[in-house]
DNA sequence: TCGCTGACGTAAG
DNA sequence: TCTTACGCCAGCG
């Protein structure tokens, strides 16, 4: 399910809705899926207003596994503290077994 | 109304 | 192999 007539923000939030508890997914995989490889930007982007949106957030990360929106949760170890507790290993900012958790959106579209 | 900024990713030098 | 530059779109001074 790809809503086209919603905007991109909102094309963001809907993918990143549909990730299963105790999975991540990247900037760039959602771009993709919205087939806009080349906007990651705008899905971190689209994050920040998220805030807002009842979006995990903390389950979307870059393409290295590493936590960089964690600065815009409230806590320092917030969003860290979120991923621990679905079973996802994270160590320094950086999540373990990235592979093992990584969602790809296009599975499910 | 215009311009700057912002949770990334890829290509090129 | 590492560093630099560019593209994408929306929100907010």
Excluded: C
């Amino acid at each position: 399910m790809k809503p086209e007539t919603l905007h991109f923000y909102d094309k963001v939030y809907e993918v990143v809705r549909q990730i299963p508890y105790g999975k991540v997914t990247s900037y760039g995989a959602i771009a993709n899926v919205l087939g806009a490889k080349r906007s990651a930007r705008l899905v971190g982007y689209a994050m920040n207003n998220a805030h807002d949106k009842n979006v995990p957030a903390h389950r979307v990360v870059n393409r290295n596994g590493l936590l960089t929106g964690k600065h815009h949760f409230q806590g320092t170890h917030l969003m860290q503290q979120l991923l621990e507790s679905e079973g996802v290993i994270v160590k320094n900012d950086q999540i373990q077994n990235f592979e093992s958790v990584f969602w790809d959106p296009m599975k499910d579209f």
